[in-house]
């Protein structure tokens, strides 16, 4: 009983008014009174901790000063990092791939011999052991017309002899428009075919370049052995970058009519050897 009154006292002790009043010093006139409880004082600053406490959460929450709390997860943050470190592996990539082009041509400028091409382009087909290309039906077809048109030929995997000999294979199945002609610059030899035709490397190597240009549109650019570098522009896709290692009679271009410098689907091709042209229709028969 007495714990029961003690309560009683309690609650009544919170609901008792107060009255608050607010005299003139000088005169002593009341101007402001209010009637207040313990209680009622208690709710109005519970409302008010309630009011600061949620303000200060979504001041927090919604603009920059979590950056401040230690240990305060922040998406934001983690989303850059992971942007930064994929723009430094992309960097990583293309710097090797400059080295080895620069490399390449290095080595074409200077004529090197047989041994140290072949030597970068191992080093280069080393990189991409694990990257594997799935051929395409349209190659596999391409492929199965090339393998039985040269089933008789007996120059097929004789790729040097004694003069230096090299089986070529045709970059493209067209009719020569133009041909080789170094008196007025025109170093390669223009083939007209469609424009979805396939474009092929004409030997074993090292793709060394692949860019567009103003005059000659898509442009690529493939190192062999001997100092040989075979280039074909004009094209309307490109199929390889510069790094990849190409095979004979493999797909690596599909011809376009794209540049300044044209007047219609062809393939322009060249072929050089040590940094001079060579004439292609004393090396390739095309149709």
């Known amino acids: 009983m007495a714990n029961a009154k003690k309560k009683v006292k309690l609650w009544d002790r919170l609901k008792y008014k107060y009255k608050l009043s607010i005299q003139n010093e000088t005169s002593y006139e009341e101007v402001f009174s209010m009637k207040l409880s313990q209680l009622h004082v208690l709710m109005v600053l519970s409302v008010l901790a309630v009011v600061l406490v949620s303000l200060t959460i979504l001041l927090i929450a919604f603009t920059g000063l979590k950056e401040f709390i230690p240990g305060f997860p922040d998406g934001n943050m983690r989303h850059v990092i992971t942007e930064n470190a994929l723009r430094v592996d992309s960097l990583e990539i293309e710097l090797k791939k400059r080295d080895n082009f620069l490399k390449s041509v290095q080595m074409v400028l200077r004529g090197e011999d047989n041994g140290e091409v072949e030597y970068h382009r191992n080093s280069v087909q080393g990189n991409y052991d694990t990257i594997q290309f799935s051929i395409s039906p349209e190659e596999h077809e391409f492929r199965s017309e090339i393998e039985e048109k040269e089933r008789f030929n007996l120059t097929v995997n004789q790729h040097k002899h004694n003069d230096g000999y090299f089986h070529f294979f045709p ?117």
């Open 171 to 287: 970059p493209v199945t067209g009719i020569v428009t133009r041909a080789f002609d170094e008196k007025v610059g025109h170093y390669g030899t223009d083939l007209v075919a469609k424009s979805s035709a396939k474009v092929v490397s004409v030997l074993d190597g090292v793709v060394i370049f692949t860019d567009w240009t103003v005059k000659t549109g898509y442009v690529i650019q493939v190192q062999h052995a001997n100092n040989l570098v075979s280039v074909y522009k004009h094209n309307s896709t490109l199929l390889k970058k510069q790094g990849d290692y190409v095979r004979a009679g493999e797909m690596i271009a599909v011809v376009g009519n794209t540049g300044e410098e044209t007047t219609g689907p062809h393939l322009h091709f060249e072929l050089w050897k040590a940094g001079n042209p060579l004439n292609p229709e004393q090396f390739i028969q095309f149709k």
